[in-house]
């Protein structure tokens, strides 16, 4: 059984691209967007909320970041705990038209949210990064993506900080292969392994890609197809039992018709997954030796339909929650939760003898 809330819902507003963190004391925080709309970005702000009942219910949000207008302008914000227990606000700052000129910031909170930092500015450019990796050594992954002028794709490229953040290496190419637009990573390390898992934004409906490192970060392996098919957006994770969950919006490519009566195209996407697999399939070196087990979490009835950038944590009980942007039922997008156990998706083993093949 999934459960859905309300996160946050402001109709005078475009609330979206969302994530959540855990903090030590119960406390779940939700950092989003606001703006006109998807493609008007005259006007941002980044906005926090917080629940101390497990996403039940939350607060009224509050800003983060001053509200811009035009040039430059707040695009996605990842949050998470750091492991010497601060807050950290990853937010990219876009400054030209077609997503160019993006920089990557840093907030920090030392108080479970109740204050922030200034923003720090990394040498980190492009647009819609990651959380920050800490690898065992103290050393501090930060990834973004850009298009690569040389061929005109995307590609994902990858920063390093060994003084927390203020000053950096790189970059170095996760994923540039001509032919593919590779972007939205979620770097997740595996069995001293790195795994990048990406999005695929040509528009033909392509699955999830992934590059393996073996070597922190520093080269990559070629991009191998990953079986989340129509993957945008992917969001990584361990589990509490070792397996590993990836939240994503699915994603099926095709024609994005005009809407009646709308300056708007139809999107191409409707549905937000979320799929359940293991560290041998991360690691796994081609699609076909990887598996996955995938679970419809949330449809969008609306007509002008979007969704599909989220956030997830898991309490120590097991529950689930995540969090994800979707129109739906109201006239511009909102920010919804869901409360979930993974066990409720799960029938035990066929008998023996039976075959299912």
């Known amino acids: 059984m999934i459960r859905k809330f309300t996160v946050s819902r402001d109709d005078s507003i475009y609330e979206a691209w969302p994530d959540v963190t855990l903090t030590p004391g119960g406390k779940l925080i939700c950092v989003f967007s606001e703006c006109n709309h998807h493609n008007d970005r005259s006007y941002t702000r980044i906005v926090l909320c917080e629940s101390t009942d497990r996403g039940r219910t939350?607060?009224?949000?509050?800003?983060?970041?001053?509200?811009?207008?035009?040039f430059p302008y707040w695009n996605c914000a990842r949050i998470q705990m750091l492991k010497d227990g601060r807050l950290a606000v990853v937010v990219d700052r876009i400054s030209a038209k077609n997503e160019e000129g993006g920089r990557v910031y840093i907030f920090f909170s030392e108080d479970e949210g109740a204050t922030w930092s200034a923003p720090l500015a990394t040498a980190v450019q492009g647009i819609v990064p990651d959380?920050?990796?800490?690898?065992?050594?103290?050393?501090?992954?930060?990834?973004?993506?850009?298009?690569?002028?040389?061929?005109?794709?995307?590609?994902?490229?990858?920063?390093?900080?060994?003084?927390?953040?203020?000053?950096w290496e790189g970059p170095v190419d996760v994923a540039n292969k001509p032919g593919l637009n590779l972007c939205e990573v979620s770097i997740l390390p595996v069995e001293k392994h790195l795994v990048a898992f990406m999005r695929e934004n040509s528009g033909f409906g392509l699955p999830c890609y992934k590059c393996i490192s073996s070597?922190?970060?520093?080269?990559?392996?070629?991009?191998?197809?990953?079986?989340?098919?129509?993957?945008?957006?992917?969001v990584a994770g361990f589990l509490n039992?070792?397996?590993?969950?990836?939240?994503?919006?699915?994603?099926?490519?095709?024609?994005?018709?005009?809407v009646a009566g709308s300056k708007y195209r139809v999107p191409r996407w409707q549905n937000f997954f979320a799929a359940v697999t293991d560290a041998s399939s991360a690691l796994a070196p081609s699609y076909r030796q990887a598996w996955t087990r995938i679970i419809p979490i949330?449809?969008?009835?609306?007509?002008?339909?979007?969704?599909?950038?989220?956030?997830?944590?898991?309490?120590?009980?097991?529950?689930?929650?995540?969090?994800?942007?979707?129109?739906?039922?109201?006239?511009?997008c909102q920010?919804?939760?869901?409360?979930?156990?993974?066990?409720?998706?799960?029938?035990?083993?066929?008998?023996a003898g039976v075959n299912n093949v």
């Open 131 to 167: 959380r920050i990796v800490e690898l065992a050594g103290g050393t501090w992954l930060l990834s973004a993506h850009h298009r690569d002028p040389r061929h005109g794709y995307l590609v994902q490229r990858l920063w390093f900080s060994d003084n927390e953040g203020r000053s």
């Open 58 to 70: 939350w607060s009224a949000k509050r800003p983060l970041t001053d509200g811009t207008s035009g």
């Open 298 to 332: 949330d449809f969008d009835r609306s007509a002008l339909n979007d969704l599909g950038y989220s956030g997830w944590v898991q309490f120590p009980d097991g529950e689930v929650y995540i969090v994800n942007y979707i129109m739906d039922d109201s006239p511009k």
């Open 241 to 258: 039992d070792g397996r590993i969950l990836i939240t994503y919006r699915f994603t099926q490519g095709g024609a994005n018709p005009p």
């Open 215 to 234: 070597d922190n970060g520093r080269t990559w392996s070629p991009p191998v197809e990953f079986p989340l098919p129509g993957c945008h957006r992917p």
């Open 335 to 351: 920010i919804r939760g869901y409360a979930l156990r993974l066990e409720d998706f799960t029938l035990p083993a066929p008998a």
